[in-house]
């Protein structure tokens, strides 16, 4: 994947589980890298890419607000970084997130929504519509296996994450099943524009669950084991890469074979 050296890649949630392994894999590929987050961690994770010799500018900011997509934008322009590849992967979790669907709050559900949905709707209006002007940009959003099918219940009897009591909502399933369909509408709408639009969807990736957990999600995978971030990074960096240059509208399921059952 020579091609990744020198491109330009913007990535949300960037200091995340996901966000930072594929920050310091296209590191290793020579990428110039835009780091966005709502956490300031994102500067020490820029700090960490710098030293390595790796061209970095952080952004920590609400990406559900239009406000940041502009500053980027302009501040990007400003310092003429061109951006060629666009990776939207922010996640919200909110402090009711595991709360059962019965009693689900309205503004957890209005904020999830906030993130997952409207932060990379707003991501591609700012940064899709500059790709179509200069025909060529790769948008990447990271979907869900749970925004294809839905969770298996009972593999959360019992689990826990970081010693609470966890599930999968409803809201996250709908807001990435809202992903996966306006990745699919960018796809025709810019493909004339030379402008790819494609999911990446994982798995379960390990972060810390429970043994319980593990052994429950791993014995529904045919691969028999949980994802580790690596594992996704793969097949980000070939929907960024040349590689992948006739490929788009299309949902890259890297799930163990969780979904082929």
């Known amino acids: 994947m020579e091609n990744l050296k020198n491109k330009t890649i913007i990535i949300t949630g960037a200091a995340g589980l996901l966000g930072s392994a594929f920050s310091r894999?296209?590191?290793?590929?020579?990428?110039?890298?835009?780091?966005?987050?709502?956490?300031?961690?994102?500067?020490?994770?820029?700090?960490?890419?710098?030293?390595?010799?790796?061209?970095?500018?952080?952004?920590?900011?609400?990406?559900?607000?239009?406000?940041?997509?502009?500053?980027?934008?302009?501040?990007?322009?400003?310092?003429?970084?061109?951006?060629?590849?666009?990776?939207?992967?922010?996640?919200?979790?909110t402090p009711n997130f595991f709360e059962r669907f019965e009693n689900f709050p309205l503004e957890d559900w209005n904020k999830v929504f906030d993130v997952n949905l409207t932060g990379c709707m707003l991501g591609c209006q700012t940064f899709g519509a500059?790709?179509?002007?200069?025909?060529?940009?790769?948008?990447?959003?990271?979907?869900?296996?749970?925004?294809?099918?839905?969770?298996?219940?009972?593999?959360?009897?019992?689990?826990?994450?970081?010693?609470?009591?966890?599930?999968?909502?409803?809201?996250?399933?709908?807001?990435?099943?809202?992903?996966?369909?306006?990745?699919?509408?960018?796809?025709?709408?810019?493909?004339?524009?030379?402008?790819?639009?494609?999911?990446?969807?994982?798995?379960?990736?390990?972060?810390?669950?429970?043994?319980?957990?593990?052994e429950k999600y791993s014995s529904r995978v045919p691969l028999r084991r949980m994802a580790v971030p690596q594992d996704i990074f793969g097949a980000v960096a070939f929907l960024a890469s040349d590689l992948s240059s006739y490929i788009t509208g299309q949902n890259l399921i890297v799930d163990g074979g969780w979904t082929a059952w």
């Open 25 to 93: 894999g296209f590191a290793k590929q020579g990428s110039r890298l835009v780091l966005i987050d709502a956490l300031d961690s994102v500067e020490l994770l820029k700090k960490d890419i710098e030293a390595e010799g790796c061209a970095v500018i952080s952004y920590v900011g609400d990406i559900s607000k239009k406000d940041i997509w502009q500053h980027i934008e302009e501040d990007l322009s400003s310092k003429k970084w061109i951006p060629d590849v666009l990776i939207n992967n922010a996640c919200c979790k």
């Open 130 to 214: 500059k790709f179509a002007a200069q025909k060529h940009g790769s948008i990447i959003n990271i979907a869900s296996i749970y925004g294809v099918v839905a969770p298996d219940q009972r593999i959360y009897e019992g689990s826990e994450y970081l010693g609470k009591t966890i599930n999968t909502p409803a809201v996250y399933s709908a807001s990435k099943a809202g992903v996966i369909g306006f990745t699919k509408y960018l796809a025709t709408y810019w493909g004339k524009d030379n402008v790819r639009a494609n999911c990446v969807t994982p798995g379960g990736v390990f972060s810390g669950q429970n043994e319980l957990f593990v």
